[in-house]
């Protein structure tokens, strides 16, 4: 597919609008690239941070970043003189995330044109028309570059919105799925879910789902008959994503969707929350469901939830203890801030992962996912 290119590639002056979901600047240098441009050079290229360009074959060009993926993944050959000292599972974390921050600058080099319909002016390029109207809405007439792998990963929302997500506590197939929104994380982890599905609730006459993503948790207490719930979100998407899923599980009656950043007005018998789970800075959008820098909406969902609980009321924070095991939060401290707020631990329902990552030893947190439990805590105020 590649043949050894018979000069460097030419620098381009006049660019496209940069478009990026993630946020991240655009390249500060760009060269044309095509089929006559080898892995290896494409390689030293998009680790100096040089945008590719390209003017090729699309599928050549998802042959490039594969080959490139291949080579950032290669393990280093040479053996350290020295033992490497021991690390500390923060550090070892840290680590990790580093290198997946290089992994993805990378591979966010090899671009590919659009043009302001969202088609793709590249020999067999795929019509993905669809799926960029469904994340970035209808098309407003402006050519554009964008990172091929941000793109490839849109595409990987489209399929995924389009089959959606069994969950079992919803009931029986094929009425019990649910369909991630791009940019809306997915509820994979079934652990968390089966939690809410059965941990007993007291008092059915109202509750408060806070961060409702997906609208699964909310569904899941529809369906256990919880007359009223109101659910909130500070994503725009999300709200969009979970009144389609609610309607489409004909639960949206039942259900209020507000948004705001963590409470609505009032109180409730029952507040729910699953933050994300481990305090780190996102790198993107998506992956605010997954960490939350500083413990922001944790200690903001802690701190708010004694106002907003009704006398007697519960509130269920559903948390996992991988950040414990990653030293980067302490048991100490999670009950610390539990205390700090006049709130008392009622009880605790624990549960084991089941994801593939848990048992998988090549994975670079390997020790932590093996020992995580997720936990729903049974929260009340302190009298």
């Known amino acids: 597919m590649m043949r050894a290119m018979a000069q460097a590639p030419t620098p381009l002056i006049d660019l496209p609008t940069w478009r990026a979901e993630s946020g991240a600047p655009a390249p500060r240098r760009v060269v044309s690239a095509d089929d006559t441009l080898t892995a290896d050079a494409a390689y030293r290229l998009a680790c100096e941070g040089t945008g590719l360009l390209w003017q090729g074959d699309f599928h050549n060009a998802r042959q490039l970043l594969q080959a490139l993926a291949r080579r950032v993944d290669r393990k280093p050959t040479k053996k350290s003189k020295a033992p490497s000292p021991e690390v500390t599972p923060a550090q070892a974390f840290h680590l990790h995330r580093q290198a997946q921050g290089q992994r993805a600058r990378t591979l966010a080099?090899?671009?590919?044109?659009?043009?302001?319909?969202?088609?793709?002016?590249?020999?067999?390029?795929?019509?993905?028309?669809?799926?960029?109207?469904?994340?970035?809405?209808?098309?407003?007439?402006?050519?554009?570059?964008?990172?091929?792998?941000?793109?490839?990963?849109?595409?990987?929302?489209?399929?995924?919105?389009?089959?959606?997500?069994?969950?079992?506590?919803?009931?029986?197939?094929?009425?019990?799925?649910?369909?991630?929104h791009y940019g809306v994380f997915s509820p994979v982890r079934g652990e968390y879910v089966d939690l809410v599905a059965t941990t007993p609730i007291r008092d059915k006459s109202l509750a408060f789902d806070i961060g409702v993503g997906t609208g699964v948790l909310s569904a899941v207490l529809a369906k256990r008959g919880v007359q009223r719930i109101v659910a909130t979100d500070q994503d725009p998407r999300a709200i969009t994503c979970a009144r389609d899923n609610l309607q489409r599980l004909q639960c949206l009656d039942k259900v209020d969707l507000v948004q705001t950043d963590l409470f609505p007005p009032g109180q409730a018998p029952l507040v729910v929350c699953n933050p994300p789970w481990v305090p780190a800075r996102p790198s993107s959008p998506i992956e605010h469901a997954v960490y939350d820098e500083g413990s922001r909406m944790l200690r903001g969902f802690l701190s708010g939830l004694r106002e907003h609980l009704s006398p007697q009321g519960e509130g269920w924070l559903i948390l996992s203890d991988l950040a414990e095991h990653l030293g980067l939060r302490s048991r100490d401290e999670l009950l610390g801030w539990i205390a700090d707020a006049d709130l008392q631990v009622l009880g605790r329902h624990d549960i084991r992962p089941r994801h593939s990552k848990a048992s998988d030893a090549r994975d670079a947190l390997h020790a932590a996912r093996a020992a995580e439990v997720t936990s729903l805590w049974r929260l009340g105020s302190v009298a």
């Open 109 to 180: 080099m090899v671009l590919v044109p659009m043009n302001g319909d969202y088609t793709i002016p590249l020999r067999r390029a795929p019509d993905l028309r669809e799926a960029c109207t469904e994340a970035w809405g209808p098309a407003e007439g402006e050519a554009c570059m964008v990172s091929l792998r941000e793109l490839l990963g849109l595409v990987g929302a489209h399929e995924w919105h389009k089959k959606g997500v069994e969950i079992p506590a919803l009931g029986e197939a094929p009425h019990n799925r649910i369909y991630p």
